[in-house]
């Protein structure tokens, strides 16, 4: 045995079935394509959840809600998660870059400070927003609040 003898199983290639090559062929005529319709003819491409003409899911179902584009998305963080970067690294001000360097929150996220959990230690602390009851537990705790704009 040679390279140059070397021959593909036997039924493992077929020609492929030239279609539209007169009546003698057994594929002439329709060309396999059935009689009229937009699929029996050229350049037909079927739109995607196209249904035949019937109408399409997506007309179908009701439509409900917006996106605000004025939206403002704050991460929250608890004042207990403050309460824990501030005993872990010992810090009595707790910035936006220490929030960061925590894995807390990321490069361009706004933080807003929420009430759950409780603070026994007097922080300051520096976010863009903070709740009412957060604000008033980190004051009653001794500390403070400095917000920063956007």
Known sequence: MELNNIRPAVGSVTASTRVGRGPGSGKGGTSTRGHKGAKSRSGYSRKIGFEGGQMPLQRRL??????????????????????????????????????????LISRKQLVKVLAKGTISRAVTVEANAFSKAAEAAIVAAGGSISKIEK
């Open 62 to 103: 009701p439509k409900f809600g917006f996106k605000n584009i004025n939206r403002v998305e704050y991460k929250a963080l608890n004042i207990s998660d403050i309460e824990n970067l501030s005993r872990e690294k010992e810090l009595a001000v707790i910035t936006l870059e220490d929030l960061r360097n925590a894995g």
